[in-house]
């Protein structure tokens, strides 16, 4: 029995390999499981691929700010044709900033940028002054990726809460 692939399965393959490199790369730098027992090896599967579903979907969320095409191709066209990119992602590319004057990042630099929010919790050594937690103030960047994701921050002091 011989089986006929259509030429999009190639592409779709692309994309499996890519997503198979992403787990192992940079990205999620997922190493080998030494794990022995059968539900642990399958309980580290899984949350290997949550974790690529999770970056996947903040790739989709944050592309307005990464180097990411948003205006996917024509499903029409050819799916052996090379992938061609949109104007608009051709602009970041070359401009390296959005039309505002933003600066365009990659998704590790973004996350960098984002890993520098932090809730500080104030221990104050005066008698009679409560504890409490100070927010960073994000910048303007971090405004807007939360914004595309949806997180709103409290307010940046919170005096008593634990």
Known sequence: MRFRVSKACYKQL??????????KGVDL????????????????VLLCMLAYYVEWHLRQALAPLLFEDEEPGDPAASPVAPARRSARAEAKARHQRLEDGTPVHSFQTLLKDL?????????????????FDMLTRPTP????????????LDSGVVPGTK
């Open 115 to 131: 890993a520098t929010l932090a809730r500080h919790r104030v221990q104050p050594q005066l008698p009679g002054v409560p504890a």
């Open 14 to 23: 692309a994309k499996v390999e890519q997503a198979f490199r992403t787990l």
């Open 141 to 152: 960047l971090q405004e807007r990726a939360l914004a595309l994701l949806g997180v709103k």
């Open 29 to 44: 730098k997922i190493r080998p499981s030494y794990h022995r027992l059968e539900h642990r090896v399958r309980a580290h």
